[in-house]
């Protein structure tokens, strides 16, 4: 089974520098999915950003970007210039791929605290 | 990407008692799923509900106590039944746009069982 790990449980930044979450993530698929899901204490979840695992490129939005290393099956998420609207619960997920209407495996969850 | 209204939006509910959660989406979806996220934790997949057949039930979680309908392609109801305060959580439903698009989320009910 596919597993998603988030080892960071918390990370703080200060306002305008940049902060990368970090996650890992087993699957034995060749073809699949990655995203990153934001959720402030309003609960509401947010995609943040996606990287098809056939794609080498980065994924990047706006000041959200990726460094996606399949080999590692590392994914992690960099924010610049951070905002205090950033601050919020970040998740990992995981979606097999040929499967697009499958079900997401979440990572634990990182707290990102943004400082004035 | 589908909008989803969920409700109630939170709810303190006497336990022994059952709660029914419905989403309702603005476009037709093949499925539904349910999250279950406990206090401080991360989201874990109670079941997959497709319109016309059974509910498809994850690891640990059984029919009896998560009822789930499903009568047509816009709306699903969750029902956490006989209540006891281990249940408190925040209860989300999620759709799948396509992976192209990412899976949209209700806006979560946080039930309180007293």
């Known amino acids: 089974a596919q597993t998603v790990t988030q080892s960071q449980p918390e990370m703080s930044v200060q306002e305008a520098e940049t902060v990368t979450l970090s996650c890992t993530y087993d699957?034995?698929?060749?073809?699949?999915?990655l995203f990153w899901y934001k959720q402030p204490p309003s609960r509401q979840m947010i995609l943040v950003i996606r990287?098809?695992?056939?794609?080498?490129q980065n994924a990047t939005e706006n000041r959200f970007s990726v460094n996606f290393q399949k080999a590692a099956k590392s994914f992690s998420l960099k924010i610049s210039d951070s905002q205090l609207g950033d601050a919020a619960m970040y998740f990992c997920a995981y979606l097999a791929g040929g499967t697009s209407y499958g079900k997401l495996t979440f990572g634990q969850g990182t707290i990102l605290t943004v400082h004035p | 990407s589908a909008v989803i209204s969920q409700k109630p939006s939170r709810d303190i509910c006497q336990r022994g008692t059952s709660l029914t959660i419905q989403c309702q989406v603005d476009?037709?979806?093949?499925?539904m799923f349910w999250y279950r996220q406990q206090p401080g934790q991360s989201l874990t997949l109670i079941a997959t509900a497709n319109q016309g057949s059974e509910a498809t039930y994850e690891s640990g979680f059984v029919i009896d106590k998560f009822p789930i309908s499903r009568p047509n392609l816009t709306f699903s109801t969750l029902t956490v039944s006989n209540m006891s305060p281990e249940d408190s959580s925040i209860y989300l439903c999620?759709?799948?746009?396509?992976?192209?698009?990412?899976?949209?989320f209700g806006s979560g009910t946080r039930l309180t069982v007293v």
């Open positions: 476009s037709q979806v093949t499925m």
């Open positions: 699957t034995s698929e060749s073809d699949y999915y």
């Open positions: 999620s759709v799948g746009s396509g992976a192209n698009y990412g899976y949209t």
């Open positions: 990287q098809e695992a056939y794609k080498q």
